[in-house]
């Protein structure tokens, strides 16, 4: 398992592994240095206003979600798009490609808010620094909400061990409240595993290099099932642009 430690940099965790594994505390030093986090509470509970996920193929009720694209040239700043649909060949995705989803807005306050720009900031920033001759970034965000139940568990990935189809993948916890499991496998290109870890805290956070792993995340399951039971990640992609 690679964990980012004080002296080794993200960006070499990355070259080397083709993911890393960051812990709340350097995540938050990290993120630091491009910007301000003074909204994070009005951000986390955000995850309380999502919207059903309707595309799911086993009919599950467990995902909410919202949804957010940006753009970036190198070394500029961050930029809202008009709202548009989800796309993932089938290729990518065999459950939910090849279907362009619609899935509610980011409300304005959460994609404008501090927290957000710095996260999105970050992400320009790093991945940048992996893929220098990148002049423009297609940025997609998600919200997502899993949640389980007594007689359902949440799948925060239901189709499975998968690769998006971009170029750089960030998965940033949020919030987690009485669950069990969601622990987070990536695996090489022959599916050969390379390590495993649980986001436990907020601001654990995975990044990875969608060209060159797999990632999965094990289902999640109720700690006391009289009690609402959830996992709350921020999901951002970055594919380069061309021209």
Known sequence: ?????????????????????????????????????????????????????TYLADRGRYRKRRFAVYSATAGGPVVRQTHQPHYQSRDYNQLFGGIARWFAPISPATGNGSTMLTILGFCRSLFEGLAPSVINWHIEVHQFRIEARSD????PTPEGVHRDGV??????????????????????????????FTLIEPLDAALVDDSRVYHGVTAVTPLDPALPAYRDVLVVTLKRKAG
């Open 167 to 196: 170029d750089y993948v960030l998965v940033l916890l949020v919030n987690r409240h009485n669950i069990v499991s969601g622990t987070t496998t990536v695996f090489g290109l022959e599916r050969q595993p390379l390590g495993s």
């Open 1 to 53: 398992m690679t964990v980012v430690k004080p002296d080794r940099s993200l960006h070499s965790s990355i070259v080397d592994e083709g993911y890393a594994f960051v812990r709340a505390p350097e995540m938050r030093l990290a993120l630091g240095q491009i910007g301000p986090l003074t909204d994070w509470t009005e951000f986390a509970a955000s995850w309380n206003d999502l919207e059903l996920d």
């Open 152 to 155: 359902v568990s949440g799948q």
